[in-house]
């Protein structure tokens, strides 16, 4: 699973994301475009994104690219991420910022404010339950009036059948993306490999999906309103909600 900054995070597993998470992230190219229809910003509009676990840097740079003067704080806990995604965002380097950061730290968003959006790929799934309520609370009070969480990330079955279906569905949209991106069933192979459909081989030490149906209530009940799933694919969901801008605001 893409880095974020969690101890558990090797960095053979950076090499690993950076030279195939293109193939294991099912339809990346259409999630992308949903978080550009998402972010509450015009497109000239200047305000602060954040994104956490930035991992190879493919979100941080459609959102750069779409919003010329948005500026993106880019947070990861291996050195190996940060430093091959600076080196392929040099172009932006006058609007991005690079931040180790460790998300098991309850306390890394106490600096942050005035953030327009927080935004996260493959990363929030490594909290448990009451790890993600805290922190959907905590990045709430983070927030303008009218700012945003959007998360994209694997999901917990809700039923053995969904986990049997979700775990073939992820298998078979790699196998497509690997052979629209490389050709062949190189990138299946190394994801079969490497193990890593977590709904075929789950590590209870490193990752802690929840269900959609309880990410949706903790984000509600933290008090963000639009609340909703916008995309779900093989086991993974594109969800999030916005604080509201009251009459006093």
């Known amino acids: 699973m893409e880095d974020n900054g969690s101890t558990l995070w090797e960095e053979e597993d950076s090499r690993l994301f ?8 099912p339809e990346r190219e259409r999630l992308a475009r949903a978080f550009i229809d998402l972010i509450p910003a015009d497109q000239d509009e200047t305000f602060r994104l954040v994104e956490l676990g930035v991992g190879g840097g493919w979100l941080s740079e ?7 003067r ?13 430093e091959a995604t600076r080196g392929r965002l040099a172009r932006f380097s006058d609007r991005l910022r690079f931040q180790r950061f460790d998300l098991l730290d309850e306390h890394w968003p106490d600096s942050l404010d005035e953030v327009r959006c927080f935004v996260s790929s493959l990363a929030i799934h490594h909290l448990d339950g009451k790890g993600k309520a805290r922190l959907f609370r905590k990045l709430y009070g983070c927030l303008q009036p009218g700012g945003a969480l959007l998360i994209a990330d694997i999901m917990k079955e809700a039923g053995y059948r969904g986990r049997q279906y979700m775990a073939r569905a992820w298998e078979e949209e790699t196998a497509r993306r690997s052979l629209d991106f490389l050709g062949d069933l ?25 269900t959609l ?8 009940e933290a008090g963000y309103r639009g609340v909703d799933a916008f995309w779900v694919k ?16």
Do not use: C
């Open 18 to 25: 950076l030279k195939y998470g293109h193939i294991f992230v």
């Open 70 to 82: 948005a500026e993106v704080i880019a947070l990861d806990g291996s050195p190996s991420m940060i």
């Open 234 to 249: 093989a086991g993974h969901a594109l969800f999030g909600g916005y604080k509201e801008v009251t009459l006093s605001e």
């Open 213 to 220: 149906f309880e990410q949706l209530g903790w984000m509600h």
């Open 186 to 210: 190189e990138g299946l192979e190394i994801f079969r490999r490497e193990r890593w459909n977590l709904f075929l081989h789950p590590d209870e030490e490193v990752d802690h999906p929840s």
């Open 62 to 68: 459609v959102i750069l690219d779409h919003f010329p």
